[in-house]
C-alpha cells in the first residue's frame, strides 16, 4: 500500500482544488449573460398577460406566456414556474434561447420553456408565445375535424392550424410535455409560419409580433373553438371565413388591439399596474 505523505496529501489536495476552480471557470464562462434589464413596460405588460389570460379562462394553474427581450432578441423573458394569476414582475427571469436562466437564484423553471426558445430560434419575427390548455381547443387536436375561423375575430387562424402530434416527434410515447429542444423544434417545425398550433391531447401554442396580439389570438382561438364545436353540433354545412375575408379581416387588429386590452387589463387587475 503507497504511502500518503503530508507533502503528497497537500498536493494532491491542491490539484482537486485547481481542478475544482478550472471547473467554475469553466462553468462561468458558458453561463449566458444578461442582456441588461428589460423595458419596464415590457415587464408590466408580460405580467398583466398572464393575469388577463387566467382571467379570461385560457390560462388555469398551467400554461405560460413569455416576450422576446427588447435590448437582445436571443434573450427571452418568462416568468419562474407558478400559476400565471399569481406573477408579479418579481418573478420574471430572463433565458437564453437554449432556455437557459441567466440568473435562477434558485427559482424553478417551467418544465416546457423549450417551446419558447425554440420557437424564438426559429421564427425571427415573434415577439411573444403563449402556451395554453385551452379546454375547447382540445377536441381540435384529437379528431379530425379542422380549427377553422368561424367569425371575423379569428380571422388569424385562416392559414390554417397545424396539429402536433409528440408521439410522432418523439418516435415514442412520452407524458405528452415539451420538455427538452428537440421536442420544442419539432413543436416549432410543425407550428411553421402560422400563428397557432394545436398539440394532440395537450392544448396550443399562440405566436405574435406583440404580448397584445399573442394574448388577442389566445383568447379568440378559444372563442372561436368553443363556437366552432356549438356550429357543428348544430348539423348541416358550416360557412367558414374564406381566405380573402380572413385577409382582410386580420387587418385590422393592429389598429384596435389597446380596446380589448385595456379592458381585460382593468378586468384581471383591477385597473392596478402589476
Known amino acids: 500500500m503507497p504511502c500518503v505523505t503530508r507533502r503528497n496529501f497537500v498536493t494532491g489536495g491542491a490539484a482537486v482544488f485547481a481542478a475544482f476552480g478550472s471547473a467554475r471557470r469553466v462553468l462561468a464562462q458558458t453561463a449566458p449573460t444578461t442582456a441588461g434589464p428589460a423595458a419596464p413596460a415590457l415587464i408590466e405588460d408580460l405580467v398583466a398577460a398572464n393575469r388577463i389570460l387566467a382571467d379570461q379562462g385560457v390560462l388555469d394553474g398551467y400554461g405560460h406566456v413569455s416576450v422576446r427581450h427588447d435590448r437582445d432578441p436571443n434573450r427571452y423573458l418568462l416568468s419562474r414556474s407558478l400559476g400565471p394569476a399569481l406573477v408579479t414582475a418579481a418573478d420574471i427571469m430572463e433565458w437564453d434561447l437554449d432556455s437557459v436562466p441567466v440568473d ?17 430560434k426559429a421564427r425571427p419575427d415573434v415577439l411573444a408565445v403563449v402556451h395554453n390548455h385551452s379546454p375547447s381547443v ?3 387536436g384529437v ?28 418516435g415514442e410515447s412520452t407524458d405528452m410535455l415539451v420538455r427538452n429542444s428537440a421536442l420544442g ?7 411553421g409560419a402560422r400563428p397557432v398550433a394545436l398539440m394532440r391531447g395537450h392544448g396550443a401554442v399562440v405566436v405574435a409580433p406583440s404580448v397584445r396580439i399573442a394574448v388577442f389570438r389566445s383568447v379568440y382561438t378559444e372563442m372561436n373553438a368553443r363556437l366552432q364545436a356549438q356550429a357543428m353540433a348544430l ?9 380573402e375575408e380572413a385577409r382582410k379581416a386580420s387587418s385590422n387588429v393592429g389598429g384596435t388591439i389597446d380596446r380589448p386590452w385595456e379592458l381585460w387589463r382593468q378586468r384581471a387587475l383591477g385597473g392596478a399596474r402589476p
Open 235 to 243: 348539423g348541416g354545412p358550416v360557412t367558414y371565413l374564406d381566405p
Open 104 to 120: 435562477p437564484r434558485g427559482r424553478t423553471g417551467f418544465i416546457e420553456r423549450f417551446i419558447h426558445g425554440e420557437i424564438y
Open 138 to 140: 382540445i377536441p381540435f
Open 185 to 191: 423544434r419539432a413543436l416549432a417545425q410543425t407550428l
Open 143 to 170: 379528431t379530425t375535424a379542422p380549427l377553422l375561423p368561424l367569425y371575423h375575430m379569428s380571422a388569424f387562424l385562416g392559414g390554417g392550424v397545424p396539429v402536433f402530434d409528440i408521439k410522432k416527434a418523439a
